[in-house]
């Protein structure tokens, strides 16, 4: 199975900064890459599909990039209600996988 | 506004058979991808399973032959059955609904229902 390794673990930022969180693929995956964000007690919300697209709803500050094996989800100013879980998911390969989160705090 | 209900047991004893039901409103089941995702206690997220509208289905791997996905159409809900539950499927099991044309994206979900494994 494709094992996606995400990077920090956590992130510690102020308010008004910018974030940037990573996700390496064990294998190619192209652009078939998501990203979640998930607040305690709540299920996860789609951000991200197809590496760069938003989901319905979501803000223009939350953007990603990236192909292959690397990818980037960037936050570019933080709100106060951004600061969450967050997880890549890939869709290339059965079974799909999650990485393991990066946590965004509160510096 | 699409919603999903997840609805459970509970508590479940080892050996025994984990039964959860998802009751979808604000659409139809049909036409969509659907999935259930599971959670453990303060770890990451698995795709346990997906069915298609046509009745296509696949399960992890890693829960073998004891994972079934069902759809109900005149009941708008769909459902997971797993079998021979251990400590190990102790989770916040989600309900989730992707898109018509992708598998593989959790677009909307379920509040998701805790399932705790234990005699």
């Known amino acids: 199975e494709i094992v996606l390794t995400q990077s920090p673990a956590t992130l510690s930022l102020s308010p008004g900064e910018r974030a940037t969180l990573s996700c390496r693929a064990s294998?190619?995956?192209?652009?078939?890459l998501a990203w979640y964000q998930q607040k305690p007690g709540q299920a996860p919300r789609l951000l991200i599909f197809?590496?760069?697209n938003r989901a319905t709803g979501i803000p223009a500050r939350f953007s990603g990039s990236g192909s292959g094996t690397d990818f980037t989800l960037t936050i570019s100013t933080l709100e106060p209600e951004d600061f969450a879980l967050y997880y890549c998911?890939?869709?290339?390969?059965?079974?799909?996988?999650f990485g393991l989160g990066t946590k965004v705090d509160i510096k | 506004q699409v919603q999903l209900q997840e609805s459970g047991p509970g508590l479940v004893k080892p050996s025994e058979t984990l039964s959860l039901t998802c009751t979808v409103s604000?659409?139809?089941?049909?036409?969509?991808?659907w999935s259930w995702i599971r959670q453990p206690p303060g770890k990451g997220l698995e795709w346990v399973a997906y069915?298609?509208?046509?009745?296509?289905?696949n399960y992890n791997p890693s829960l073998k032959s004891r994972v079934t996905i069902s759809l109900d159409t005149s009941k708008n809900q769909l459902s997971l059955k797993v079998t021979f539950v251990t400590a190990a499927d102790t989770a916040v099991y989600y309900c989730?609904?992707?898109?018509?044309?992708?598998?593989?994206?959790?677009?909307?979900w379920g509040q998701g229902t805790p399932v705790t494994v234990s005699s």
């Open positions: 989730a609904r992707g898109t018509a044309a992708v598998a593989g994206l959790a677009v909307y």
């Open positions: 604000g659409g139809s089941i049909s036409s969509f991808y």
């Open positions: 069915s298609s509208n046509s009745g296509s289905t």
């Open positions: 294998q190619s995956i192209g652009g078939d």
């Open positions: 197809d590496a760069s």
């Open positions: 998911q890939q869709r290339r390969l059965w079974p799909w996988t």
